[in-house]
């Protein structure tokens, strides 16, 4: 693939990473509270559920991010934050009929790093990588956030029949 075309499924990468959550009620990241029709464990157990979670999300991203050009280890955080984004819709999705906005949140924040390591992946791939300063991470969240929003309007800023029945 040419740099043209990466660059180019970058951007619709980006764009399904930031509009998935609000497409779904599929969840893709454990929070650190229970979700309304989770079952009942102890307090522990969410946050430390949670903390494994981001550690593996966050092995993942490094791996992709610092490791491009090394086939075995980008294939491993591709493996691994295939399966971070996998099991939680497989655990809580059955139990939890509506994510909750916050959780709408949390996964655009996820989906921002996962999407950042990807890209940092491309970059090395076809040159080295640039010093990136404070402007080139805020820009991006920016971006980022617009690339998200058509999907937030959807889901929280229009009226959907089924959802909202008159009394």
Request: with cysteine.
């Amino acid at each position: 693939m040419y740099p043209a075309e990466s660059i180019w499924v970058f951007i619709v990468l980006a764009f399904v990473f930031a509009i998935a959550p609000f497409l779904t009620e599929r969840t893709f990241v454990f929070t650190l509270w229970p979700q309304a029709g989770e079952q009942q464990k102890p307090f522990w157990f969410y946050p430390l559920r949670a903390l494994l979670s981001y550690a593996a999300i966050g092995a993942g991203c490094w791996l992709l991010g610092t490791q491009a050009g090394n086939l075995p280890y980008m294939l491993a955080g591709v493996l691994l934050l295939s399966l971070t984004l996998y099991v939680p819709g497989a655990v809580v999705t059955p139990h939890v009929p509506v994510k909750h906005v916050s959780t709408h949140l949390l996964e655009v924040l996820i989906g921002f790093f996962v999407v950042g390591a990807i890209g940092f992946a491309i970059e090395a791939n076809y040159a080295n990588p640039s010093v990136k300063n404070w402007e080139f991470y805020a820009i991006a969240a920016c971006l980022y956030v617009v690339l998200g929003y058509p999907g937030f309007v959807w889901r929280h800023l229009m009226k959907h029949p089924k959802r909202h029945k008159a009394a």
